[in-house]
């Protein structure tokens, strides 16, 4: 039963992770936040999705 438990848990962090960094790189470019100010955990994520959107850092 642990196991069970880690794994979704571990399926809901990474959605969460997911849904952050998304939000992070909106709050990006439209200049509320800056890349310095991502947490370290997401900031990888933020920054593949910035490059994906062709987004200049």
Same mark, same amino acid.
């Given at each position: !039963?642990?196991?069970?438990?880690?794994?979704?848990?571990?399926?809901? $962090?990474?959605?969460?992770?997911? =849904? !952050?960094?998304? =939000?992070?790189? #909106? $709050?990006?470019?439209?200049?509320?936040? #800056?890349? /310095?100010?991502?947490?370290?955990?997401?900031?990888?994520?933020?920054?593949?999705? $910035?490059? /994906? $959107?062709?987004?200049? =850092?």
């Amino acid at each position: !039963m642990c196991r069970l438990k880690e794994w979704a848990l571990k399926i809901l $962090l990474r959605k969460e992770v997911e =849904v !952050m960094a998304i =939000v992070y790189a #909106t $709050l990006i470019i439209k200049g509320r936040k #800056t890349l /310095d100010q991502v947490p370290a955990l997401i900031r990888p994520q933020v920054v593949e999705i $910035l490059a /994906d $959107l062709e987004v200049e =850092v």
